[in-house]
C-alpha cells in the first residue's frame, strides 16, 4: 500500500521536500498551503517532471485539510522564514499563530499521523505543536539537529578534506546560537575530535571557528538569500527522518523530541538523539557528555525554556 505524505507549507522547503519525495518514491504526496495556488502550481510542475525523473509518485496541491486525512507523515514548514538581521527568535510570535491553525488542521483530519515540524523557532514552536494538537509525544518531533549536524560534518570534512561521509556526530541542544556539537561523539575517520586535536590535526581556534560558523549556518544564508533562509539541507534532513519511520529504518537521529526524565529533563523538547521507526519516536539515547558538553546543553536547554516562557506570554493556551 503506497505511503502518503502531507507536506504543510509548499514554500521554499515544503516544494523541496515534495521534489525529494516523490524523486525517491518515497509516498504519494499532498502539498497544502494557504497561499491561493502555490501548492497547485508546485505539485502539477514537480508531477510533469516525472517524464523526464521516471518516478512513479501521485502529487497534489490543496488549500482543503480534508485532503491530508489518514497520512501516514505529515511535515510542517507553513511560517514565515528568516529577513537579514532577525533571529530565529524572532520568529515566535508570528509562528505561533501559524501553528496554532495547522494543529487544528491536523487535530481534526489526521489526528495518527507522524508529526515533523520544521517551523521556526523550532524547539518551541514544535512544543506548542504538540500542545495545541494534544497528538502523542511520541508522534511529534522537530527537524533541526539532523541540519546543524550536517553543517558541521560538512566544515570539518572542508577543513580536514576527509570526505564527509567518513564523519559522524551529533549536534544536540537547541535549534540557536547555543547548540551542542558533542566533540566525543564526533567521529572522523575513526578517530575522536579531541584525538584529532590532541594530534595537532585541527587547532582548538579552528575547532571554535568552525563550531560558531555551524551555529550561525541559517544566518550566512539568510544573508546571501536576503528574501528567505535554507531550503534545500533542511529539506533533506526532513526526509532523513520521514524515510526512517515509513521504512521502520531505527535510526538514530538527532531531533527535538519531548524528554519525560531523559537528561534530568521533563516537559522540554530539545535536541536529542534519538530512534525514530514505525512508531514515531521509538527511543531517545541517554549519551555520556563530558563537563562542557553537559554545560553547555544545560545552557541551550535554559534557552529554550527562556524562549516557551515568552511564548507561553504570548498565548496564555499554552500553559493548559
Ligand atoms: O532547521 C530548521 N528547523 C529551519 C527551519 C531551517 C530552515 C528554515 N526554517 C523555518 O522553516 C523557517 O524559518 C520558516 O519558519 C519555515 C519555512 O521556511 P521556508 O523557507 O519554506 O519559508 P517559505 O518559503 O516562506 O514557506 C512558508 C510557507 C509559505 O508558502 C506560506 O504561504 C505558508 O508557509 N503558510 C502557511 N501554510 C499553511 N497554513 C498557514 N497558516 C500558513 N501561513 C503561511
Not at 558533542?182 to 579531541?194: A, E, Y
Amino acid at each position: 500500500m503506497k505511503k502518503k505524505i502531507s507536506l504543510i507549507g509548499a514554500g521554499q522547503i515544503g516544494g523541496t521536500l515534495a521534489h525529494l519525495i516523490a524523486l525517491k518514491e518515497l509516498a504519494d504526496v499532498v502539498l497544502f498551503d494557504v497561499a491561493e495556488g502555490l501548492a497547485k502550481g508546485k505539485a502539477l510542475d514537480i508531477a510533469q517532471s516525472s517524464g523526464v525523473s521516471g518516478f512513479n509518485s501521485s502529487i497534489i496541491g490543496t488549500n482543503n485539510y480534508e485532503d491530508i486525512k489518514n497520512s501516514d507523515v505529515i511535515i510542517i514548514t507553513a511560517g514565515v522564514p528568516r529577513k537579514p538581521g532577525m533571529s530565529r527568535d524572532d520568529l515566535l510570535g508570528i509562528n505561533l499563530k501559524i501553528i496554532k491553525q495547522v494543529a487544528e488542521g491536523i487535530k481534526t483530519n489526521s489526528p495518527n499521523s507522524f508529526v515533523i515540524c520544521i517551523t521556526n523557532p523550532l524547539d518551541v514552536i514544535v512544543m506548542a505543536l504538540q500542545k495545541y494538537s494534544k497528538l502523542s509525544t511520541s508522534n511529534i518531533v522537530g527537524m533541526a539537529g539532523i541540519l546543524d549536524t550536517s553543517r558541521f560534518k560538512y566544515f570539518l570534512s572542508q577543513e580536514l578534506k576527509v570526505p564527509i561521509n567518513k564523519i559522524n556526530s551529533l549536534v544536540l541542544g537547541g535549534h540557536g546560537d547555543t547548540m551542542v556539537p558533542t566533540f566525543n561523539h564526533t567521529i572522523v575517520d575513526g578517530k575522536s575530535l579531541s584525538q584529532l586535536v590532541k594530534d595537532k590535526k585541527i587547532s582548538a581556534e579552528k575547532l571554535d571557528t568552525i563550531i560558531d560558523r555551524t551555529r550561525k549556518g541559517g544566518a550566512e544564508i539568510v544573508k546571501f538569500l536576503k528574501t528567505g533562509s535554507a531550503f534545500y539541507a533542511p529539506a533533506a534532513s526532513g526526509v532523513e527522518m520521514a524515510e526512517s519511520y515509513i521504512k521502520n529504518l531505527k535510526k538514530t537521529l538527532p531531533c527535538a523530541a519531548y524528554l519525560n526524565g531523559e537528561y534530568n529533563i521533563k516537559g522540554l523538547y530539545v535536541g536529542v538523539p534519538v530512534v525514530i521507526g514505525k512508531n514515531g519516536v521509538e527511543k531517545v539515547l541517554e549519551i555520556e557528555l563530558n563537563e562542557e558538553e553537559k554545560n553547555n546543553f544545560k545552557i541551550s536547554v535554559q534557552a529554550v525554556e527562556e524562549l516557551f516562557e515568552s511564548a507561553r506570554k504570548i498565548d496564555p493556551d499554552l500553559s493548559n
